[in-house]
């Protein structure tokens, strides 16, 4: 599938909070080297690759080691829980770990598959592998990247029954304003996919104007949720853009002014600068 054409480069730096490179094809250092460029010409500075099973979880940490502008989030997606064994457990530990795994992620519920798919892992298999993963974030010190769909209630809940890590950002935020209420109110980060552009999406772009801009994030989930007016078409970082674009002239904010705090918000959550290893400079963000 083609990629649309690029957007209007933002006046300031923007990171993408959660992307899938290996899925945006991606295979090997040069073809992240591509997906990055491509986005850098649009002003898309650093990505989160994030895994959703084993093999992924593998693969995002060997492409954070490729280029300076990529960092990790490892976990098992929620539909993917039904065959975990205590042997992956081990292995996610491990590679949760590395410098440059910036957070525990995507890991949560997912309801709506539940329904459709037999096969998928079922409620209480995903609830006991959410709460697993909830303890791996506390264990290893960094984020909880939470996805969730059709499964408000149930997420919350484990969330507060497990006690939640000192930082939570739910990927791809899709609750209405008063479940954004809530989450603002407990102090947790909201990210906003390109699912915000889409005009359909009356409740999702209602709770998106409630969110502080010092705990909201940018994301493209490529190669998935292409934003508005290229929905259904190719998505990859550099699509990024688009979506910063639509959400400042919803929230009524100065895009330069968003693109700049939702990159402070991702320097601060994912300790961009602590986690770059060597001589790997900080993200060269808005403002530097």
Known sequence: MQLPPPPAPLPATVVDAHTHLDACGATGPAGVRAVLDRAATVGVCAVVTVADDMTAARWVVQASSWDDRVFAAVALHPTRTATMTDADRAELEQLAR??????????????????????????????????????????????LMIHDRDAHGD??????????????????????????????????????????????????????????????????????????????????????????????????????????????????????ARRAHGSVPPIPLAGR
């Open 155 to 272: 997420v919350l809940a484990v969330l507060k029954q497990e006690g939640a890590p000192q930082t939570v950002v739910f990927h791809c935020f899709s609750g209405d304003a008063a479940m954004a209420r809530v989450c603002v109110d407990a102090g947790y980060v909201l990210s906003f996919s390109g699912t915000v552009t889409f005009r359909n999406a009356r409740t999702l772009r209602e709770a998106a104007v409630l969110v502080p801009e010092e705990q909201l994030l940018v994301e493209t989930d490529a190669p998935f949720l292409t934003p508005h007016p290229h929905r259904g078409k190719a998505n990859e970082p550099v699509n990024l853009p688009y979506t910063v674009w639509d959400l400042a002239a919803l929230r009524g904010q100065d895009v330069a002014e968003l693109a700049a705090s939702s990159s402070a918000v991702a320097e601060r959550v994912f300790g961009f």
């Open 98 to 143: 590395a410098p440059r795994v910036v957070a525990v992620g995507e890991t949560g519920l997912d309801y709506y598959w539940t329904r459709l798919d037999p096969t998928c892992s079922s409620p209480e298999t995903q609830r006991e592998a959410y709460r697993w993963h909830i303890d791996l974030a506390k264990r290893v010190g960094k984020p």
